[in-house]
């Protein structure tokens, strides 16, 4: 049967990938994020033309509670209840402390994380009253370990590990799972505009940031494709995985095994 899935930034990059991947496997979803109309009229498009599936779109602004608990109401009164909750909309910003903007500190940490428990704190109760759900964080190797200027960032993402083995304990008895995915450099808009910043912070070119800063960090020296980590989403909300609880997978080119 179709389950009810919702994806939170998925007009893009990852998140894009991790809906595409459940429409593709016949799971009804709901995508939120940031775009232009006709574009995201094309993803709507594309997503139902993979199956027979059905797929809408939700504008809630992830620093916005009420916008958030209206996302989660809208999915679970489209398709009867949230099955797959995937928390994957984030920001990045990349900039010493002292310089550290205080308005995107508190952007990215509403965006980065809040917005995790305002998502979870709606849907919970729909997933207890099924006995059945799973919840997914989209984390980063940045939850496992630093990177200077991006403290925000950094502190977002550990603490996302946090709330994540929180709420896996709490659901344990109730079928369902909460776990993160620790993903290593993806190709995706979120590190293309990061790119000229960290080379500005460590006064370095554009080119030496991808080679020697970004792709340095990965053992395997390959970018981590958006559609891999959506494999791996489909793993974590499949029957398989239901033992699997409170943990997070890295998917990071081998980045925190040093
Ligand atoms: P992206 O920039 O391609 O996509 C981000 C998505 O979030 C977009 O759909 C955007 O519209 C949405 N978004 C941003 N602000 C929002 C807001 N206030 N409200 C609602 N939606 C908002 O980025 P991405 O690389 O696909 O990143 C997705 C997730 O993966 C993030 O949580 C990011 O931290 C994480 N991640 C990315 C990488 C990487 O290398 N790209 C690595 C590890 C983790």
């Given at each position: 049967m179709a389950r009810s899935v919702v994806v939170t930034?998925?007009?893009?990059?990852i998140g894009l990938a991790i809906a595409t991947a459940f429409a593709a496997k016949g799971d009804n979803v709901t995508i939120n994020g940031f775009g232009k109309e006709d574009e995201i009229k094309a993803i709507i498009e594309r997503l139902e033309s993979s199956s027979k599936v059905k797929a809408i779109y939700h504008p809630a602004d992830m620093t916005k509670p009420a916008e958030i608990a209206d996302l989660i109401e809208t999915a679970a009164k489209t398709f009867g209840t949230v099955d797959v909750l995937v928390n994957n909309a984030g920001i990045q910003h990349v900039e010493k402390i002292e310089d550290f903007p205080i308005e995107k500190w508190d952007q990215i940490i509403a965006i980065n994380l809040s917005s995790s428990f305002h998502t979870m704190r709606a849907a919970i109760p729909l997933m207890k009253a099924k006995m059945h759900g799973r919840i997914i964080n989209i984390a980063s190797a940045h939850a496992l370990v630093a990177s200077p200027f991006k403290s925000a960032y950094v502190a977002a993402k550990h603490g996302i590990l946090g709330l994540t083995k929180t709420a896996a304990l709490e659901l344990a008895e109730f079928g369902v799972t909460v776990n993160a995915i620790c993903p290593g450099y993806v190709l995706t808009p979120l590190v293309e505009k990061q790119i000229p910043d960290t080379a500005r912070a460590r006064g370095m070119t554009e080119e030496q940031v991808k080679t020697e800063v970004i792709l340095k960090a990965q053992p395997t020296r390959e970018f981590v494709k958006a559609e891999e980590i959506g494999a791996l989403a489909l793993y974590l909300a499949s029957?398989?995985?239901?033992?699997?609880?409170?943990t997070h997978i890295s998917i990071d080119g081998g980045w925190t095994a040093a």
């Open positions: 930034g998925s007009t893009s990059g029957e398989e995985a239901r033992q699997v609880t409170g």
